[in-house]
């Protein structure tokens, strides 16, 4: 279920999402489940402080954090599956929510069969021109989704797709993530760092770390 509550973790140091990643890491490497969840949310809102930061309450609090680690651990479980495949072979899905502009000052193209927005980078300030032109630059192909409802549409469309990059809110994400591991494709996802059908923000160092493989 998509968050009853609204989060903003803009003010969080990029220290503490490298910190995430290290977390889910230890994760991997130990043997007892949820346990090592627990503990790692712990840590982490301890550290950096989250609540303060965010101003959330602590079962939020838990609640945001159990998320992004548990979306790491997916991302290094299925990190050399993704990269195995070719670069032809990959696509990144970005939120459309994340635009500039929700309005008619837009003006991505809306291709109705595949179904997906093309950026026509109107704003250099726009936040997915920016990864739109990040993607390309890596030789990835890009999507920009009105929801998670249309990754099966698109997959089945364009079956050169061997690996997906999401970049969406964990709701989204664990929709996506759970797609494709019916379909056996390898998948790395990228959380919004905050939530709202507009105004949605991801961390663009976060992201150019996923698609150089440098995460
Ligand atoms: S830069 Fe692209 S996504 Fe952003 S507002 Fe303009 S056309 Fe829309």
Redesign the pocket.
């Known amino acids: 279920m998509p968050y009853g509550f609204n989060f903003d973790l803009s003010k969080l140091p990029q220290r503490f999402f490298q910190d995430t990643l290290k977390q889910a890491a230890n994760i991997i490497d130990r043997t007892d489940g949820s346990k090592k969840i627990e503990g790692a949310v712990a840590d982490l809102m301890k550290k950096f402080r989250v609540n303060e930061l965010t101003g959330l309450n602590t079962g939020d609090t838990l609640t945001i954090l159990r998320h992004l680690v548990d979306i790491n651990v997916k991302n290094l479980l299925d990190k050399d599956r993704f990269f195995e495949t070719k670069i032809n072979e990959r696509v990144v899905f970005l939120p459309h929510c994340s635009?500039?502009?929700m309005d008619r000052?837009?003006?991505?193209y809306f291709d109705k069969k595949i179904p997906s927005?093309v950026?026509?980078?109107?704003?250099d300030d726009?936040l997915?021109?920016q990864a739109t032109k990040l993607a390309r630059k890596y030789g990835y192909d890009v999507h920009?989704l009105s929801g998670g409802s249309c990754i099966p549409h698109i997959l089945e469309k364009k079956r050169k797709y061997k690996a997906v990059f999401g970049v969406a809110c964990t709701f989204e994400l664990d929709f996506g993530a759970k797609y494709l591991k019916d379909k056996n494709i390898p998948g790395q996802g990228l959380p919004l760092i905050n939530n709202g059908c507009a105004g949605t923000e991801f961390n663009l160092e976060s992201y150019e770390k996923i698609l150089s493989r440098d995460s």
Request: proline share 0%.
């Open positions: 635009r500039k502009y000052r837009c003006n991505a927005y950026c026509n980078a109107c704003s726009c997915i021109n920009i």
